[in-house]
C-alpha cells in the first residue's frame, strides 16, 4: 500500500513538473555550470598576448595547455572530433570535401544522432551552437533551414561564412539575409547572439561559439582597418626554413621564398590579427554580460581552435594539414570555478578531450564510442596515473583533384609525444625530430637513427591508429620508446615576443615543446 502510494505521489510530481517547463533532467541539471566552448577557426598557438580581453580575462584569468593538440589539423575531421570525442579513424569524416569527408559525410554517416549537443541536453542542459558548424553545410545533403538534433539555438551561415558579409544564416530554421553594412559584420552579429543566449537561458547552459577569425580571407570589422599597420610574420628559426634536404619529398621540393611572397604573408599575418580583434571584442562583451547577469563565478569558458596555420615556417606561406607544430598545437584556455588564475599546465591533451570534459562538468552521460579524456582533474590541479603520453596525428587525402590542389601533404599517421614528432608517409618517407633539442622541427633524424628506433615507433603508432573507444585511452597513455637524438645543430630554444599588456609573469609561465 505503501509503495503505490508512492509511486501515485511520483507521478503527480513528474507530471507537474512536465506541464510547468521543468523535465527530469532539467531538475536534475540544477547547481550545474554553464559551459561556454568558444573555438575559433586557424589560429595558431601564439599571439594572444595581441588581444587585451583574451590575453587579461582568458588567459590570466584561467589556465593555459600548453601541450594542447588536434589530432588532424583541418577544419572538417578537427571539428568531427570534438563533436564526438573520436579520432579521425572512428568517425570518419576524412577531409573537408564530400564524399569522404565534410558536412556531408557527417550527415550521411548518421554521426548526429549522438554528438556534444546531444548529450548535453540529455544532461538537461539548454544548448546552442552559434557560427560554423561542419565545412559545406548543408552542402545538398540537407535543407537550408535544416537544424541537427540536440541544439536548442541554432545560429549558423549556410552561404558565405567565410567572407563575414552577404551571408544567410539558418536562425532556428529561419533564413535570414545580412548584407555589407558594419552591423553586419558576422562575428558582431553573432556576439550579440550569445550575449541574448546567456542572459536569457535559464541555468545550466552550454553554448558552443564558432566565429570564422582568423581563417582566409580574414576580413575584419571597419574599425579596425588601421589596426597592426607594421607588423610582420614571427621570424621564428623554421621560417622560410634554410635546408630542408632531410625531409620528405613534398616538402624538400619546396623553393625559398620571394621578397613579393614575404609581404604577401606579412600582409595576410596583419588581416588576421585584425579579424581576431572582432573575437577579442566578443570574448569582453560576453563576459560583461555574464558578469552583469551574475552567472560568471558559476560559468566554464573555453578557449581554442580547430587547428593551427603556417604562415611562412618550413617554407609554407600559409595553410594547414602538416604534423607540424604550426598546424597541431592550438590554443586551449580555461577560466571558471576552481580553475587557478594564470596557471600553466603541461600534461598532453587534445581536441578529443574536449567533450569528455564538458560532459564531467555537466553529469552526462558519455557513449562508449568516446575515445578522449576528461581534462577535469587537470584543472583541479591532479594528474590522474596513468595519462596521457602521445597524440594520435592523421591526415587522409582528399579524392577529389580539386580538393587535393589545396595542399602538398601526402596522407600520414603519426603521433606527437612531450619530446618527439614521430611522422610517417603514404610514400614510405619518415619524420623524427627530438623536440627537446629541436623545438622548431628543423632537423629530420629519420634517416640517421637505427631502424629499432623507427620500428620501436611505428609499433606504438600502430596500436593507436587501431584503438577504438576505452583501448585508445590504453594505446595513448604508453610511453613513447626512449630516444634521443644523435647530435645535431639546434637553433635557440625560443623566442620570446614582448607582451602588449602588462601582465605578471606567473601568467605566461615557462612555454614548452
Request: aromatic content about 10%; hydrophobic content about 35%; overall charge neutral.
Amino acid at each position: 500500500m505503501l509503495d503505490a502510494v508512492r509511486k501515485a505521489l511520483c507521478l503527480i510530481l513528474l507530471s507537474l513538473l512536465c506541464a510547468s517547463g521543468v523535465t527530469p533532467a532539467t531538475a536534475q541539471a540544477a547547481g550545474r555550470p554553464n559551459i561556454v566552448l568558444i573555438l575559433v577557426d586557424d589560429l595558431d598557438d601564439g599571439d594572444l598576448q595581441k588581444f587585451p580581453n583574451i590575453w587579461n580575462q582568458l588567459v590570466g584569468a584561467g589556465t593555459s595547455f600548453d601541450r594542447f593538440f588536434v589530432t588532424n589539423s583541418w577544419c572538417c575531421p578537427s571539428r568531427s572530433s570534438i563533436l564526438r570525442s573520436q579520432y579521425v579513424h572512428s568517425h570518419g569524416v576524412l577531409t573537408n570535401t564530400a564524399p569522404e569527408g565534410g558536412f556531408t559525410k557527417f550527415h550521411d554517416s548518421d554521426l548526429e544522432r549522438s554528438t556534444l549537443g546531444t548529450w548535453m541536453k540529455s544532461a538537461g542542459y539548454r544548448t546552442g551552437l552559434m557560427g560554423k558548424y561542419l565545412n559545406h553545410y548543408p552542402a545538398g545533403a540537407a535543407e537550408p533551414t535544416y537544424v541537427p538534433p540536440g541544439w536548442d539555438e541554432w545560429d549558423v551561415p549556410v552561404r558565405k561564412l567565410y567572407e563575414e558579409y552577404g551571408y544567410t544564416l539558418n536562425e532556428n530554421g529561419v533564413l535570414t539575409t545580412h548584407g555589407s553594412a558594419p552591423e553586419d559584420y558576422l562575428t558582431d552579429v553573432l556576439s550579440q547572439k550569445a550575449g541574448t543566449f546567456v542572459s536569457q537561458s535559464p541555468d545550466p547552459f552550454f553554448l558552443y561559439l564558432a566565429p570564422i577569425a582568423p581563417h582566409n580571407p580574414a576580413n575584419h570589422a571597419p574599425r579596425y582597418a588601421n589596426a597592426f599597420a607594421d607588423a610582420v610574420a614571427p621570424r621564428t628559426p623554421s621560417f622560410d626554413q634554410a635546408d630542408v634536404s632531410a625531409e620528405p619529398h613534398w616538402l624538400s621540393s619546396r623553393p625559398r621564398f620571394s621578397a613579393k611572397a614575404i609581404e604577401k604573408i606579412d600582409e595576410r599575418y596583419r588581416r588576421r590579427l585584425r579579424a581576431m580583434l572582432g573575437v577579442d571584442d566578443m570574448v569582453g562583451a560576453l563576459i560583461k554580460t555574464l558578469r552583469e547577469t551574475g552567472k560568471l563565478d558559476n560559468t566554464y569558458i573555453f578557449f581554442a581552435s580547430d587547428n593551427g596555420f603556417h604562415l611562412g615556417q618550413h617554407r609554407l606561406a600559409q595553410g594547414k594539414t602538416t604534423p607540424f607544430d604550426e598546424s597541431i598545437k592550438v590554443p586551449l584556455v580555461v577560466r571558471g570555478p576552481g580553475v587557478r588564475p594564470g596557471g600553466v599546465n603541461s600534461e598532453m591533451s587534445a581536441n578529443v578531450d574536449l567533450a569528455p570534459t564538458f560532459a564531467e562538468l555537466a553529469g552526462a552521460q558519455l557513449p562508449g564510442f568516446a575515445e578522449g579524456r576528461s581534462l577535469v582533474p587537470l584543472l583541479r590541479g591532479q594528474t590522474p596515473s596513468p595519462w596521457r603520453q602521445n597524440v594520435l596525428l592523421e591526415f587522409y587525402r582528399p579524392t577529389s583533384e580539386k580538393s587535393a590542389r589545396q595542399t602538398p601533404v601526402p596522407a600520414y599517421q603519426g603521433m606527437r609525444t612531450a619530446q618527439n614528432t614521430f611522422v610517417r608517409y603514404s610514400t614510405g618517407e619518415y619524420q623524427l625530430y627530438d623536440l627537446a633539442r629541436d623545438p622548431y622541427q628543423l632537423h629530420n633524424l629519420a634517416a640517421k637513427v637505427a631502424p629499432a628506433v623507427i620500428a620501436q615507433f611505428n609499433q606504438q603508432l600502430d596500436a593507436l591508429a587501431a584503438c577504438s573507444g576505452a583501448t585508445c585511452r590504453s594505446a595513448d597513455s604508453v610511453r613513447p620508446p626512449p630516444f634521443v637524438g644523435p647530435p645535431s645543430p639546434v637553433g635557440p630554444t625560443s623566442v620570446l615576443t614582448p607582451s602588449l599588456v602588462l601582465t605578471p609573469a606567473s601568467v605566461i609561465g615557462a612555454r614548452r615543446p
